[in-house]
């Protein structure tokens, strides 16, 4: 990755960034030290990238758990509640997890 100069960035530049230190586990000097970059610049993308992370869980979290729905299956429930009372049935469904089937009686001609 090389540098861009006027601190211009492409998002992809600052993607590749922040996996140097959340996927490869490289210390945010090193990452600096590589592509010659401010440690806080590197700290602020991964800051901005753990902040929408923790954005989307939280509404993740509020969406199948606080938000109740009116949807064919959920009847005013909350999607975890639908599912939490109906984990058995789809226990029960799940053809991977059934008895195999008997073979077909021959037939006599």
């Known amino acids: 990755?090389?540098?861009?100069?006027?601190?211009?960035?492409?998002?992809?530049?600052?993607?590749?960034?922040?996996k140097l230190v959340t996927?490869?586990?490289?210390?945010?000097p090193?990452?600096?030290?590589?592509?010659?970059?401010?440690?806080?610049?590197?700290m602020n993308w991964a800051r901005?990238?753990?902040?929408?992370?923790?954005?989307v869980g939280r509404w993740v979290m509020d969406y199948n758990t606080e938000r109740t729905h009116s949807g064919k299956?959920?009847?005013?429930?909350t999607p975890?509640?639908?599912f939490m009372e109906n984990?058995?049935?789809a226990l029960e469904k799940q053809l991977n997890q059934t008895e195999p089937t008997p073979a077909p009686f021959a037939r006599v001609t």
Do not use: W
């Open 1 to 18: 990755m090389e540098r861009i100069p006027n601190g211009r960035y492409t998002k992809k530049f600052r993607e590749e960034a922040v």
């Open 23 to 28: 996927e490869d586990r490289l210390s945010v």
């Open 30 to 42: 090193e990452v600096s030290r590589r592509l010659d970059l401010p440690k806080s610049t590197i």
């Open 48 to 55: 901005s990238l753990d902040e929408l992370q923790e954005d």
């Open 73 to 77: 299956y959920c009847y005013g429930k």
């Open 80 to 82: 975890m509640q639908a």
């Open 87 to 89: 984990k058995k049935l």
